[in-house]
C-alpha cells in the first residue's frame, strides 16, 4: 500500500495523420521495449518480443517455407525479413502504387502450392485519375520477385481509399476483400450496388477469374466475382479451423465494427442495417435489424478498428485454443489505444467472451497471424520506421 | 529503444467470487498506488489519488455541505470519510439488510432540502423468503442516524439479486431503479410486466409514494409508480445538465450494456430487443431493432458493467465538459479490467467519441461524482477492505 506509480511514461508525441474530421489528441506513444512481460485472463504470462524493427505503415506478413518472412509497406514496398533481420533493399520489381491513408501495397499470401510454383499474391491500389484495386501474382525465388502479372482489377467506378486483404480457401479459390463504400450518402451505397466491386467480398481462381460455383454468375445485376455484398472497408480474413466457414472483419464508422461469418450471395447489411453512428454522432440507422441482412457474429461498440484476423490452433497457448483474434488501430478515434481482440468462441462458433490483450504497449496492430512455429506474430502499423513485427511467447518451459 | 519491460507487475490474486457461470480467471489486480499519474486523450495529464483506504464492496457515496463523506458498504454499513479519513465506526441505526453478489445496502443519497432536513435516503435488499427492495429515509445530524423509516418496498412477486440507484429530480421527484430481470426465460420477463416492479425505472415522491404526473397513473396494467419498463439491471442515474433529461445506464448479460435518455413511459425493451449473447453463445434475440421499443443511446459490446454515471459540469477539466462519465466494473467476464468510460457527446447528445480511463489502475469501479471541489470522484468495488475512494486531479496550475 502506498507509494506513487508513473504510469505510461510519454516518450513522443508522433500522430499518425488522419482525415481532418479524426483530427483527435491522442495519448501518448509508449516506446516498445525489446521484451515486454504482459498478464491475461487464460494464459497467465506472456512475453511480446519485438523480433524485427524499422518497419513502415506495414499492413501484411507471410510466412516462407524457409523460415522468412515477406512484409508489405504500403506505400509499395515488399520488404524480407531474414533470421530476424529486416533487408534494408526492398524486393525489386513491384510498380509504384497509389498511397493513401487507408491504401496501397496492402497485401502478400503464397500461392497454396508455393513449395511448388513460387508463387506470392499481392493487392495494392494503382491508377491515377480512375483508382482502383489490382490483384497480382509474381514469382519468388532465390530472393528475386520475377514474372509480375497483374490478373485481376476492379472495374467500373473508381475505387480511393481502400485497403484489400487475401486468403486462399482450402478449395484452392482465392478470396479477396474491397472496401471504398465508406460514406454515407457518397459512397456507402456502392456496397448493395452488385455490378460495382466496391464493399464486396470477391472469390477468384488463381488466375484471377470468377472461380466456378460463385453465388451470382449469370446473374447480369452481378459481377461474376461478387461472393458477398454490404460490406464497408473488410480488412481481415481468416477460415475457420473447424467448419472450413470463411470470417472476414470490417470497420464500421463510429461504433459497429464487425467480423461476419460470410456465406456465398449473402447480404452484410452496409449502409442500410448498421450498430454504429456517423462521426459527427447522428445513427448510420435506426434499424439494427432488418430482414435480408445478415447479423454479425461479432460487433464491437466503441469501435475497435479491427484488421488482420485469425484463429488460434496451435499448441503453445493451450488458454487460446480455437480462440480468434483481431488486431485492433485504436479504440473509437483515441489515437495509440491499439491492441489485439481475442474473442472466445464455443463450439458452435458462438461467442462467450473477449478480451483486450497488449493494450500496455499502445500499437496499432494491423495484422496477426499465427507462425510455423505455434506462436503468435502481430504487425504494428506505425510510420517512419516504427514498425514493428511482435512475438508472442507463453513464459516458462 | 530496446530494454526489458515489465508491465503489470502481479501483487495479489484475490478475485471477486461471481455466480458461477462467471467464474472467470482474471488477469492480477493492481496495488493501488497514493498517487498515479496517468494520460488521457483529452487532459493530457491526470493525477489519480487514493483518499481514503479500507473500504469493503462500497457500492454509493454522496458529499455532505460540511465536506463528510457517506458511503454505503453492501454488507449494511453506512460509513462517514471526514478529512479524507474513514471513521471505523459504521453508523448505527441500519436494520440487518440482505447482503448478495449484486444486491444489499446499495445506494445513499441527500434529499434536495438537506441543509434545512437532514434527511438522507437509502436503498437496500431485505427480506427473507420473499426478498425485496425497500427505499427508506432517515435524519442525518450531528454525525448519528435517527428515525429511520421505510418508505416505500418493492411489491409482487420477490426481487433477489438487484442494487438499486436513486436519483432526486429537479422537480423534487425521486427516480429510484430497480433490477432483478435477470434471467432469459425466468426473471427477464418480468421487466414488461407492469405490475411487476423488478426490471423497472421508479419515480416517487420523497414521501415514497407515486410521483404527481406519473405516465401510468390509473392504469391498471402498470403499478403506479413504474416511470419506464424493460430494464434489465439499471445501476447508474444522472440527469443531463442541459435538457434536464434523465440518463440510465444497465447491465446487459454478455455484451449490449446500455445508456438509454429515459423518458416517461416508454420501453426499453429487455428481454425481447437487446444486443448482446447469453454467457453460453446464443444471442438473447435475433432482433436488434423492433417497433415500440427504444433504442439505446449508448451501447456497449463488449459489456464493461456500467455502474455509477455522471456528467462533467465543473471547471478542472476543460477538455472533458459535458462528457457523460460511467463507472466501468470489468470488460466482458475478465475480472480486474475495470476502469470508466468517458463518451463525448455533442450538442444533440449524440455520441462522438468514447475512451477508457484508469485502465492501468484495474479497479472495479462502482460510482463515480463530480464532487463540491469540481474534481471527479470515483469509488472502487473491492473486498475486505481493499476498496478505495479516488480523486482525480488535474496536474499543475
Not at 14 to 29: D, H, K, M, N, T
Not at 108 to 129: K, Q, S, W
Not at 188 to 207: C, F, S, V, Y
Request: charged share 20%; glycine share 14%; aromatic share 8%.
Amino acid at each position: 500500500m502506498g507509494g506513487v506509480a508513473l504510469i505510461c511514461c510519454a516518450t513522443s508525441l508522433g500522430f499518425e495523420p488522419l482525415p481532418a474530421q479524426q483530427q483527435w489528441s491522442g495519448v501518448p506513444a509508449v516506446e516498445m521495449a525489446d521484451v515486454t512481460l504482459l498478464h491475461t485472463a487464460h494464459e497467465p504470462d506472456i512475453l511480446v518480443r519485438a523480433v524485427t524493427r524499422g518497419l513502415s505503415d506495414a499492413s501484411s506478413f507471410a510466412f516462407l517455407p524457409d523460415g522468412d518472412i515477406l512484409v508489405t509497406e504500403k506505400e509499395g514496398r515488399l520488404r524480407v525479413i531474414r533470421d530476424g533481420v529486416l533487408d534494408p533493399a526492398p524486393l525489386g520489381g513491384i510498380p509504384p502504387v497509389r498511397h493513401g491513408a487507408y491504401s496501397g501495397l496492402t497485401e502478400v499470401v503464397l500461392h497454396p502450392d508455393f513449395a511448388r510454383n513460387r508463387l506470392i499474391y499481392l493487392t495494392y491500389a494503382t491508377g491515377g485519375e480512375a483508382p482502383r484495386i489490382a490483384l497480382a501474382r509474381a514469382r519468388y525465388e532465390g530472393g528475386e520477385l520475377s514474372d509480375f502479372e497483374v490478373v485481376f482489377e476492379t472495374a467500373g467506378r473508381p475505387i480511393g481509399a481502400s485497403g484489400s486483404r487475401l486468403l486462399f480457401a482450402p478449395d484452392g479459390s482465392l478470396f479477396m476483400t474491397v472496401g471504398g463504400a465508406f460514406n454515407l450518402g457518397g459512397s456507402g451505397g456502392r456496397a448493395q450496388d452488385g455490378r460495382d466491386h466496391a464493399g464486396k467480398i470477391l472469390r477468384l481462381t488463381d488466375e484471377g477469374g470468377p472461380a466456378p460455383g460463385n453465388p451470382f454468375v449469370g446473374n447480369p445485376e452481378y459481377l461474376p466475382e461478387v461472393y458477398s455484398l454490404g460490406h464497408r472497408n473488410p480488412m481481415g480474413l481468416a477460415i475457420h479451423p473447424e467448419t472450413g466457414e470463411l470470417w472476414a472483419a470490417e470497420h464500421a464508422p463510429q461504433g459497429g465494427d464487425e467480423v461476419n461469418v460470410v456465406l456465398p450471395g449473402r447480404n452484410y447489411g452496409w449502409p442500410i442495417v448498421s450498430y454504429g453512428r456517423e462521426y459527427r454522432g447522428p445513427r448510420v440507422t435506426e434499424r439494427w435489424h432488418q430482414e435480408g441482412f445478415e447479423t454479425p457474429t461479432v460487433v464491437w461498440l466503441p469501435s475497435v478498428a479491427p484488421s488482420g484476423i485469425m484463429f488460434y490452433t496451435g499448441d503453445r497457448f493451450p488458454g487460446w485454443t480455437g480462440n480468434l483474434f483481431a488486431g485492433s488501430l485504436r479504440v473509437g478515434r483515441i489515437l495509440r489505444t491499439g491492441h489485439i481482440e481475442r474473442v472466445i468462441l464455443n463450439d458452435e462458433g458462438e461467442e462467450v467472451g473477449r478480451e483486450a490483450i497488449l493494450t500496455e504497449l499502445r500499437q496499432r496492430i494491423r495484422d496477426v497471424k499465427q507462425g510455423p512455429d505455434g506462436l503468435i506474430y502481430a504487425l504494428t502499423d506505425e510510420d517512419e520506421g516504427s514498425g514493428v513485427l511482435l512475438r508472442i511467447e507463453p513464459v516458462g518451459p
